[in-house]
């Protein structure tokens, strides 16, 4: 039986009891209109992802882009596998086809929504502290986490996955692509900094990652993403908005096709790098 190197008494095979932590920091704080404000968007944030996951284009692109990079470059039987930023287990249920995976997020509900779906080999942990032994995984994933204002220092981070990584082991991020990007939607989803692609890849070649892959996503639906945020940042500067994110239902037409579209795009990307997109995705291998 495989066993994981958990520090010890920090291991969980349920969700732990509401207000529990690891990692060091507490739950969002509360006490005032702006933090609450900000705790209630995450949730219905979440809300939203869980009910669109399965079937909204963005998500099924993702997950036809990790899967064919997967394929190509590490292949099944992984071993061990941790997520960090889970959010809610969709992209869990693909990796548990690679290995042995285990979830981490610091949103309880989050962890709820990713038990619901994949099991109980969830643990809320803090990603800037993470409650893990080093060598205890062969791939690390870390989908769109990066990005995000509770990431106090992304290259800590990246430095925490290199030591939680097996000899030859495999750091594979997606994250969001290009800072004049940022519009409302960003507020919604709380992003403090959106990559380019050499500058992600550099931070984690500092920290003894051989790079394998390195490409933009969403290369082919770009054109209207940044019309859409550059429309949006235009009509901010005319006054309030509500904020709000970009993820929302699709017409089942509309969904199809862009479906299709991304889906010849994820098998582009076995051959070239898309050049440029709205997310990049990025695969290391520890040196």
Known sequence: MISISFEPAKKYNTFPKTGQTLGGRDSLPTGTEEQRFLKAMQETEYDTMYRLEDNHWWFQAKRNYVRRILDIYIGRDKGRILDLGCGTGRMLALLKTYGRVFGVDYHDRACRFSCRRTGPRIVRGDANRLPFKPGSFELVSAFDLLYHQGILDDEQ???????????????????????????????????????????????????????????????????????????????????????????????????????????????????????????????????
């Open 157 to 287: 981070v990246i430095g925490q996955v290199h030591e939680l990584l097996a000899d030859g082991g495999y750091f594979l991020v997606t994250d969001s692509a290009w800072d004049f990007l940022k519009s409302r939607h960003d507020l919604a989803v709380m992003t403090r900094h959106r990559y380019t692609v050499g500058e992600l890849a550099g931070k984690m070649e500092k920290h003894r990652f051989e790079i394998l892959k390195k490409t933009y996503l969403y290369g082919l639906t770009f054109p209207l993403v940044a019309a859409s945020r550059l429309w949006d940042k235009l009509r901010l500067g005319r006054g309030p908005l509500e904020v709000r994110s970009d993820l929302k239902e699709t017409g089942p037409r509309l969904n199809a096709l862009v479906r299709r579209v991304l889906s010849w795009e994820a098998r582009l990307i076995e051959r070239v790098n898309i050049p440029c997109g709205s997310s990049l995705m990025i695969l290391g291998r520890k040196r």
